[in-house]
């Protein structure tokens, strides 16, 4: 079973080990080493003669003799070379010097999927759509040229640190027209693998959709579909069994409907390309931000009546001959230090800043918590004002 290049991305700051670097490679100045993956060294350098900085893979020196690894690793360098797309590895250049296979890319600043998971933790359901989104891009230009990329996992998508994201490692690729691969041998990664690709059949692009829709389930989990103790049971959820269904805040039932349709087992039942699962997320981000704007005004009508009650909490308190609470807002003072602009703004800030979702759950709540606290305070000196 093969797999991508994992740890092997072009990205800096990595900061790897100076010493035994090779002085240049071709006509690029070596400047670090960044990374290492199943196929070769990556080292980030410039190019003397542009002054371009470039990510390098370089063929591992005890693989140079095995012809397999060489095909995969020119097969990465062509593939990835025909396509140019803001959301795919762009490949400059491929060569060989002294006998080692080496392929010259963009040098990307940020992280793999996997990585910008583990150190943000939950992604906001719009951050996580953006990706999404991404991701089909992506692949519905290599699938454009033909190109099936068989291993679409999260070491292999490419966070920017701007966020942007990229698809890396055309490694285990496949032209729609090439026969490099034999039938019956499985290329990929288990855990986000299509059910006919995990039995070694013929695949199309739907394997790539299927993979992706894997992929998508992560992002708004942060574990993996068909997590299992073992590969032959990992294998046996992919080709039988749905993933547990997850939370409606972590994936609304109209999001949960395309990722079931992204994640059928049958092909005939699977979006039949990246276009047609693009058009449903855009279609449901859309919806998803309308209902959004209803909720950011529908909140914001609620902070007024809030505000409404502080104001005559106020005015008991004046007549009661005590002094009047510093703060006016509706909001607690602990949300105000999360969300700033509600404390410059106030309620009006609901309706030209665009919150996201899981922001207006909290300032739902508080305000429900406000309301109930300050109803109780007036009730209070209602209560006391009569009886004086």
């Not at 230090?337 to 207006?360: H, K, N, Q, S, T």
Request: hydrophobic share 40%; glycine share 10%.
């Amino acid at each position: 079973m093969t797999s991508g290049s994992g740890g092997s991305w072009p990205g800096a700051g990595s900061g790897g080990a100076r010493s035994g670097l090779p002085e240049r490679i071709g006509h690029y100045k070596i400047t670090d080493r960044i990374g290492r993956g199943a196929m070769g060294v990556v080292y980030s350098g410039r190019d003397e003669r542009t002054g371009r900085p470039a990510a390098l893979k370089v063929m591992m020196t005890d693989l140079e003799g095995d012809k397999e690894t060489r095909e995969r690793f020119n097969r990465e360098a062509n593939v990835a070379g025909k396509m140019v797309h803001r959301n795919i590895i762009n490949v400059y250049e491929a060569g060989e010097e002294d006998g080692r296979l080496y392929m010259v890319m963009e040098l990307l600043e940020g992280e793999t999927l996997n990585d910008y998971m583990k150190r943000v933790g939950h992604l906001p359901l719009e951050h996580a759509l953006d990706l999404m989104m991404q991701v089909c891009e992506g692949l519905a230009i290599a699938h454009a040229h033909a190109i099936v990329h068989r291993d679409i996992k999260p070491g292999n998508l490419f966070v920017m640190r701007d966020g942007g994201l990229k698809i890396l490692d055309f490694g285990v690729a496949r032209l729609a027209n090439s026969s490099m691969t034999a039938s019956g041998f499985i290329v990929g990664t288990p855990d986000f693998m299509s059910p006919e690709q995990a039995r070694g059949r013929e695949i199309d692009q739907r394997s790539d959709v299927f993979s992706a829709g894997a992929v998508f389930y992560y992002m708004l989990s942060g574990v993996k579909p068909f997590s299992a103790p073992d590969l032959p049971a990992v294998l046996h959820r992919v080709n039988s069994e749905n993933p547990p269904q997850l939370t409606a805040e972590q994936c609304p039932p109209g999001l949960w409907r395309i990722l079931m349709k992204a994640l059928a087992k049958q092909t005939s039942e699977r979006y039949a390309d990246m276009g047609q699962l693009l058009a449903d997320l855009v279609r449901y981000q859309q919806e998803f931000d309308a209902e959004t704007r209803t909720l950011s005004s529908t909140i914001k009508q609620r902070a007024a009546d809030v505000a409404g009650l502080v104001a005559l909490r106020n005015q008991l308190t004046v007549r009661a001959g005590q002094s009047v609470p510093a703060s006016a807002s509706p909001f607690s003072d602990s949300l105000l230090d999360r969300y700033p602009v509600l404390d410059e703004r106030g309620g009006d800030a609901l309706g030209v800043v665009p919150f996201r979702r899981a922001a207006l759950t909290q300032i739902s709540a508080d305000l429900d918590a406000r309301r109930v606290a300050i109803n109780a305070e007036i009730t209070q000196m209602k209560q006391l004002g009569a009886t004086t």
